[in-house]
């Protein structure tokens, strides 16, 4: 049997866009299959006790930019640390996520793609049009899939999974638990890939 590796991350998380290419290539490396669950990440914050960004400290706020860059050059991206479109709103990203799992497909090229067009080419993922474009770079059908996103069904999933998120004691995004075991940011990949072996 498959080991499962569940994905909680938001398509506005820094983090995750510095970790999600990092991620897909340990699940192809041990046979691992991604469970992809986007939350409502202020939630799990408010859960967790996290401070919103903007309410941190300065010396918090500038350690986290250092941080992304630092983290930028060691994975090997590109990345703009101050992007024009943040914050926006994730959520219909993380909408056309759950609803690509609906249609039975994997959903990690299109995470990674809504998370480049943040963090690395200054598009905002709030706007339809930039999400319709992704969706059709990747070949699938994507008036079918704005459309399932906007549902009442996506948006139970949505709300599911932050639930499950809180009730796992999620810290924050990225997170990737392995049977039951939270590995909390993308600097925790390499023990979850040492879990994994």
């Known amino acids: 049997?498959?080991?499962?590796?569940?994905?909680?991350?938001?398509?506005i998380s820094p983090f995750a866009y510095l970790g999600h290419r990092a991620l897909l290539r340990i699940a192809q490396e041990y046979g691992a299959e991604i469970r992809y669950k986007p939350v409502k990440l202020s939630q799990v914050f408010t859960a967790a006790a996290?401070?919103?960004?903007?309410?941190?400290?300065?010396?918090r706020q500038q350690y986290r930019l250092l941080?992304?860059?630092?983290?930028?050059?060691?994975?090997?991206?590109?990345?703009?640390?101050q992007p024009a479109h943040f914050p926006t709103d994730p959520s219909l990203a993380d909408r056309c996520a759950?609803?690509?799992?609906?249609?039975?497909?994997?959903?990690g090229d299109f995470i990674g793609r809504v998370l480049?067009?943040?963090?690395?080419?200054?598009?905002?993922?709030?706007?339809?049009?930039?999400?319709?474009?992704?969706?059709?770079?990747?070949?699938?059908?994507?008036?079918?899939?704005?459309e399932q996103?906007?549902?009442?069904?996506?948006?139970?999933?949505?709300?599911?999974?932050?639930t499950a998120a809180i009730e796992?004691?999620?810290?924050?995004?990225p997170a990737y638990l392995l049977n039951g075991e939270q590995f909390w940011g993308q600097d925790r990949l390499e023990l979850l890939a040492?879990?994994?072996r």
Request: hydrophobic letters at 45%; proline letters at 3%.
């Open 1 to 11: 049997m498959r080991q499962q590796i569940d994905y909680y991350f938001t398509s």
């Open 50 to 59: 996290v401070v919103p960004l903007a309410q941190r400290p300065v010396c």
């Open 67 to 81: 941080e992304i860059g630092r983290w930028a050059k060691k994975r090997g991206l590109p990345v703009n640390q």
């Open 98 to 107: 759950v609803a690509i799992q609906q249609q039975g497909r994997d959903a």
């Open 116 to 146: 480049a067009a943040c963090w690395a080419e200054e598009k905002n993922i709030a706007d339809e049009a930039v999400i319709r474009q992704i969706l059709g770079d990747l070949d699938l059908d994507a008036l079918t899939l704005l």
């Open 149 to 162: 996103a906007k549902t009442e069904a996506v948006e139970t999933i949505y709300a599911a999974n932050t």
């Open 168 to 173: 796992q004691g999620v810290l924050g995004a």
């Open 194 to 196: 040492d879990a994994l």
